[in-house]
């Protein structure tokens, strides 16, 4: 499984930083495309970001184009989300997920905002932006 932290509260226009390891040493981020969901109350799950394996590819949702960037350090076994620019519509619970990443990197473009294409699931962590 997945955790996802670094959440917290900040001020419309701050920034933060999340992280997502793995909960077992064993699981290796490296092998993994690794995609960012947030879930908003009474709302869906939606995909925020997705990144492939070694130097593929990113892709984000068009409501954080230009404000957040995710990158990986597969030696600490990391993938980070560095949010800035942050807006109150931003609140949400943000999960990481992981799926095999298929041959091509268009292909994981395509499932990079549908969640159930993607697995290991953990607890998410809490972002509110909020004056």
């Known amino acids: 499984q997945l955790v996802a932290s670094g959440g917290g509260s900040v001020q419309p226009g701050g920034s933060l930083t999340l992280s997502c390891t793995a909960s077992s040493s064993g699981f290796r981020l490296a092998y993994w495309a690794i995609g960012w969901f947030r879930q908003a109350p009474g709302k869906e799950r939606e995909g925020v970001s997705c990144?492939?394996?070694?130097?593929?590819?990113?892709k984000y949702a068009d409501s954080v184009k230009g404000r957040f960037t995710v990158s990986r350090d597969d030696a600490e076994n990391t993938v980070s989300l560095q949010m800035d620019s942050l807006k109150p519509e931003d609140t949400a619970v943000y999960y990481c997920a992981a799926t095999l990443p298929p041959s091509n990197v268009s292909l994981l473009f395509r499932i990079c905002d549908r969640p159930p294409s993607w697995g290991s699931w953990g607890q998410g962590t809490q972002v509110t932006v909020s004056s």
């Open positions: 990144v492939s394996t070694g130097d593929g590819g990113t």
